[in-house]
């Protein structure tokens, strides 16, 4: 167990996750390349673990599953104000997403047994700062300004008006240990204690309260959290499997932000603390000599989570929280097994926007909300002990989520968010990964 945690903050916090959303739509390749789906079909065990920890059952002997990939991603940011308007690139580059597990069920037992390290959760941008502005807050003319040059009035400096360079890093990583049993023949139930660990990184830190030269900039921050997985899964003699689990709300200890003046003399620190959501997830499967097909229900309660419940201004100037609506999610694959040893899956995944148009300006740092993804994959049995997967994904958030720049300074209680006129914000984004996973039996 040491060991397993060990490895697991190596490879995960020394990753960047630039994650396509709050919620990883898929743990492992097996996973990913189904669409995510697993609550009522055990395809391979990172996503038993992940989604249901009671398809465990599925699973006999000492399997171990390793799966690393290579994520990359391409927000934009938007913005005008007044004549003015550009667009910021992202240059953050290619992410690692690593996932470890590990299953031990004894053949004729009712007991299955998992370990798991997963990275469940994360953003990350990195806009750079445009220095191209006409003038300061304080009217003083850029000397340099060249207005056939591109300007996006969000990405200017602090003491221009804008935000300056802006850069986020969340990374949740979840140890679990999970128990199935089963109670009849098909019928199976599910425990799983989860252990978190997340780091957290923003500059500029909206959280704080801003000072004359702006908001400060904030030392990466960390925080430990807890919760629990339970979850049913019935599998037929006809080939019907159905699935229903409950991932509770992950309680986290308060991100302790160390913050920095912008002319780096010390900014008072501050608290923040952001839970990871509860997840129903409902789930049915067929599956049949030559053909698995399997459809997910996943809603994810947003509305009453710690960090993202909360919106608007303090009346210091920082922000509450991000102000997220519920998430729904539909999650659908299919494993083709016409070739022996050599399954195709194609899966697909579709998710609701939890940002509220009124508020996007709050979730700049978190601009990673993809709509619409699909996932092809592959996979290849060595021999009875080993397995080697791979997939990938693409994603889009089909569109961009846009509305008005607001300004702590301008709010009062008939414009509560203090929108300002004439302005707007947006951001908009695709990811690409490609992953693979290999899988050994040690007891084959």
Not at 32 to 58: E, K, R
Not at 104 to 127: H, L
Not at 390 to 407: I, Q
Request: net charge negative.
């Amino acid at each position: 167990m040491r060991k397993l945690i060990t490895i697991a903050l190596v490879l995960f916090t020394t990753a960047s996750f630039a994650q396509a959303g709050h919620i990883m739509q898929g743990v492992g390749a097996e996973n990913m390349s189904m669409g995510g789906a697993a609550t009522a079909m055990p395809v391979g065990i990172s996503g038993a673990i992940q989604w249901n920890p009671a398809t465990l059952s599925a699973f006999k002997g000492k399997i171990l599953d390793f799966n690393i990939g290579a994520f990359s991603s391409s927000p934009e940011l938007s913005s005008s104000y007044g004549p003015m308007s550009g667009i910021t690139k992202d240059d953050r580059g290619i992410s690692p997403m690593p996932a470890l597990a590990f299953v031990y069920g004894k053949e004729g037992s009712k007991s299955t047994f998992g370990i798991s390290a997963f990275g469940i959760s994360g953003f990350g941008v990195t806009f750079p700062e445009n220095l191209n502005y006409p003038q300061d807050v304080f009217g003083n003319p850029n000397p340099n300004f060249n207005p056939s040059q591109p300007v996006n009035p969000i990405s200017f400096p602090q003491y221009a008006g804008g935000f300056g360079k802006i850069k986020s890093d969340y990374m949740l990583l979840q140890v679990s240990l999970s128990y199935s049993y089963e109670i009849l023949k098909g019928l199976s139930i599910g425990v799983q204690p989860n252990f978190d660990f997340a780091t957290l990184e923003l500059e500029p830190n909206p959280l704080s309260s801003p000072s004359m030269m702006g908001y400060p900039v904030s030392d990466k921050a960390s925080a430990f959290g807890f919760g629990a997985q339970f979850g049913i899964f019935y599998a037929s003699k006809g080939g019907v499997n159905l699935g229903v689990s409950y991932k509770t709300t992950q309680s986290f200890s308060a991100f302790d932000f160390k913050n920095t003046n912008l002319d780096g003399s010390a900014a008072p620190n501050v608290d923040f603390t952001m839970d990871y959501p509860s997840i129903l997830s409902l789930g049915v499967g067929y599956t049949a000599d030559v053909i698995d097909l399997t459809v997910d229900f996943r809603s994810v309660n947003y509305s009453c989570t710690e960090g993202f419940e909360a919106k608007g201004w303090t009346q210091t100037g920082s922000v509450q929280g991000f102000g997220w609506n519920d998430v729904y999610i539909l999650s659908a694959g299919m494993q083709l097994k016409v070739v022996e040893k050599l399954p195709i899956r194609l899966g697909y995944t579709y998710s609701s926007n939890p940002i509220n148009s009124d508020l996007a300006f709050f979730s700049i740092p978190a601009t990673a909300v993809i709509k619409n993804a699909v996932q092809v994959g592959l996979g290849y049995e060595i021999n009875d002990k080993i397995a080697v997967n791979g997939v990938y994904h693409y994603g889009t958030s089909n569109g961009k989520t846009e509305g008005p720049m607001l300004d702590p300074r301008m709010a009062s209680p008939s414009n509560p968010y203090g929108v300002v006129s004439g302005t707007s914000v947006g951001y908009k984004m695709n990811t690409n990964m490609i992953m693979l996973g290999f899988s050994y039996n040690f007891e084959k």
